[in-house]
């Protein structure tokens, strides 16, 4: 009976010799961390922004008297943007237009500045592209606005064209009554 009895004892402790074996080496995987980016603001980029932002904040007054000074400034890149951007904070009719015409003529160039430029200026006019289709479809749904209430108000006049007919109309005496 012994020998019954340390056979299931042996494979028992074979299988949990088995369990307890070392793993198997393994290879240790390297993770590479990506690399890091560190972006250089250019000056005349901070200064656009910066100019962005303060036209925002000018009253009438400011913006009249900065369209004058950029007016007799040179065509370099950097003022063809600010003329972008003042005339779009403008929002006259075709100044958004006119915008993008500038902001083009920088895409286009080929000076250094000008390529340095260009990607905020391509940003730039994007921006005033929806601009401009929001625009329109504000626009067309003005008249659309106008053509129903002038639908409305007609068929408020014929209402009470309608209304001061019936009450034109003399009343019929009923049957049987005395005439």
């Known amino acids: 009976m012994m020998i019954k009895l340390s056979v299931p004892l042996l494979a028992a402790s074979m299988f949990l010799a088995g369990c307890a074996a070392p793993p198997p080496k393994q290879t240790p995987v390297l993770v590479q961390t990506p690399p890091r980016i560190v972006v250089v603001a250019d000056p005349k980029l901070t200064e656009l922004l910066a100019y962005q ?5 000018m009253t009438p007054s400011e913006l009249v008297k900065a369209q004058l000074e950029l007016s007799r ?3 370099a890149p950097q003022n063809t943007i600010r003329r972008a951007m003042l005339q779009a904070i ?12 500038l902001l083009d003529s920088v895409t286009q160039a080929s000076s250094d500045e000008a390529k340095l430029l260009a990607p ?8 005033y592209a929806d601009l401009r289709r929001q625009d329109e479809a504000v626009e067309r749904l003005n008249g659309q606005v106008r053509d129903a209430q002038r639908r409305n108000d007609l068929l408020n006049e014929k209402l009470e064209a309608l209304k001061n007919i019936e009450r034109s109309l003399s009343v019929r005496p009923a049957a049987g009554a005395p005439k």
């Open 53 to 57: 932002a303060s036209l925002r904040l």
């Open 73 to 75: 400034a040179d065509h």
């Open 120 to 127: 905020l200026a391509q940003f730039l006019s994007g921006q």
């Open 90 to 101: 403008l929002r006259t009719p075709g100044e958004l237009a006119r915008a993008q015409t």
